[in-house]
């Protein structure tokens, strides 16, 4: 027996009036928007936001929004370092000067942190698990300490070229239709 109600799938309701829906927001989709609007801010480390500098003081520490572990601190930041992986794909970093790049934590390289690929990396480069990436950045070039691991040799062959700027974060956009 019919209710008297007209049934559309939730998603036709949202979708543009041009395009025969209600043009209704769909309010996941938005809330995924801001939230990987706020974890944007934190990569970037946006200055004049206190709430950003709170989140690296406290919640972050001396870690990355790539690294930091999932279950570490409150729901509402666990929540938010989840979607690091619907911004990643996203996210270029341009080597520079180093000072402003994590040598282990950020993804400035092409394979990710490299804390996750080279967990004894500090270790067998004799670099600090927090160092700055100005570590092994000596004049405009690369200088890393020899390295003798066989595993950690990996990080010297594919080493991204360094600008003569400092470090920059950019948002790659997708292609789209």
Known sequence: ???????????????????????????????????????????????????????????????SVWT?????????????????ILIEPHVEYLVGDGHSFSLWHDPWYSLGPLIHRFPRGPQVTGTGAHDSLDTVILDGEWNW???????????VQSLPSIGNREDCILWRPTGGP
Request: net charge positive.
């Open 1 to 63: 027996m019919a209710s008297g109600y007209a049934k559309v799938a939730w998603r036709d309701v949202c979708l543009q009036v041009e395009e025969g829906g209600q043009g209704i927001r769909d309010i996941q989709t938005l809330n995924y928007s801001l939230m990987c609007r706020r974890l944007w801010d934190i990569v970037v480390e946006r200055s004049d936001s206190i709430w950003v500098e709170w989140i690296r003081h406290y919640r972050l520490h001396n870690y």
């Open 68 to 84: 930091v572990n999932i279950r570490i601190g409150s729901w509402a930041s666990r929540k938010l370092i989840r979607l690091r």
């Open 145 to 155: 300490p020899p390295i003798t691991d066989f595993l950690c040799l990996e990080i």
